[in-house]
Antibody
C-alpha cells in the first residue's frame, strides 16, 4: 500500500525556518517525481515545488522561490521541504504528493494527510 | 506561468449529470488532471490524461477536453460526490498550476 506521511509542521514566528519531511512507503520512491502542494485555511490548492526522481532537477512557485528548498533522500525514502524566511501568507496545510508519469499531464496520484504550518508571532 | 480558471460553485440534482470546467491556455497543449477533496481530507485524483480513472474511482466520473477547456463530468451524481473539485496541469515553463477549485453541491 502506498503511504505518504508528512511531519515537521508547527507554529513558527515570521522570518523563521521549518523543515518538513514526507516519509514514503509501499512503492519504489526513487522512481517517482515528488511534489509539495499547500492549502491555506479555507482556500484552494496551490502548487509549491517539484523534484525529479534522482533529485537533480527542481522547480518552485514564484511565491516561494529563493526561500524554500525541496530535496530528497532516496536511501531513506524521504522527501523534504526546507522553508526559510517564513511569512504569514505561508500559513497552510502542506501536502506531499507523488506524480504518476503521464505524457502531457501531471497527475498527482497519491497524497499524504498533510501537515499544518502556522506562521505567527 | 499560466492560470487555470474554474467556476467557484456548481450545483446538481441527485442523479443528474453535471459538468465542471477548467479553462486555461496551457490546456491547449497539456491535459488536465482532476481532484476531489472533501472537508478535512487530502485530495484524491479522479481523472487524468485524456480520460483515465485511477483504480477505485467510479465510472460515473469522466473527463474531456476541447481547445482551452477541460471538463470533468459526473453522470448520475451521488450525495457522496459533494466536494471541492480542482484541476491541474503543466504550464509552458514546466511548472505546475492548479485551478481555484469548484464547490459541488448535490441537491
Amino acid at each position: 500500500e502506498v503511504q505518504l506521511v508528512e511531519s515537521g509542521g508547527g507554529l513558527v514566528q515570521p522570518g523563521g525556518s521549518l523543515r518538513l519531511s514526507c516519509a514514503a512507503s509501499g512503492f519504489t520512491f526513487s522512481s517517482y517525481w515528488m511534489h509539495w502542494v499547500r492549502q491555506a485555511p479555507g482556500k484552494g490548492l496551490v502548487w509549491v515545488s517539484r523534484i525529479n526522481s534522482d533529485g537533480s532537477s527542481t522547480s518552485y512557485a514564484d511565491s516561494v522561490k529563493g526561500r524554500f528548498t525541496i530535496s530528497r533522500d532516496n536511501a531513506k525514502n524521504t522527501l523534504y521541504l526546507q522553508m526559510n524566511s517564513l511569512r504569514a501568507e505561508d500559513t497552510a496545510v502542506y501536502y506531499c504528493a507523488r506524480e504518476e508519469m503521464v505524457v502531457a499531464a501531471i497527475p498527482l496520484d497519491y497524497w499524504g494527510q498533510g501537515t499544518l504550518v502556522t506562521v505567527s508571532s | 506561468s499560466s492560470e487555470l480558471t474554474q467556476d467557484p460553485a456548481v450545483s446538481v440534482a441527485l442523479g443528474q449529470t453535471v459538468r465542471i470546467t477548467c479553462q486555461g491556455d496551457s490546456l491547449r497543449s497539456y491535459y488536465a488532471s482532476w481532484y476531489q477533496q472533501k472537508p478535512g481530507q487530502a485530495p484524491v485524483l479522479v481523472i487524468y490524461g485524456k480520460n483515465n480513472r485511477p483504480s477505485g474511482i467510479p465510472d460515473r466520473f469522466s473527463g474531456s477536453s476541447s481547445g482551452n477547456t477541460a471538463s470533468l463530468t459526473i453522470t448520475g451524481a451521488q450525495a457522496e460526490d459533494e466536494a471541492d473539485y480542482y484541476c491541474n496541469s503543466r504550464d509552458s515553463s514546466g511548472s505546475v498550476v492548479f485551478g481555484g477549485g469548484t464547490k459541488l453541491t448535490v441537491l
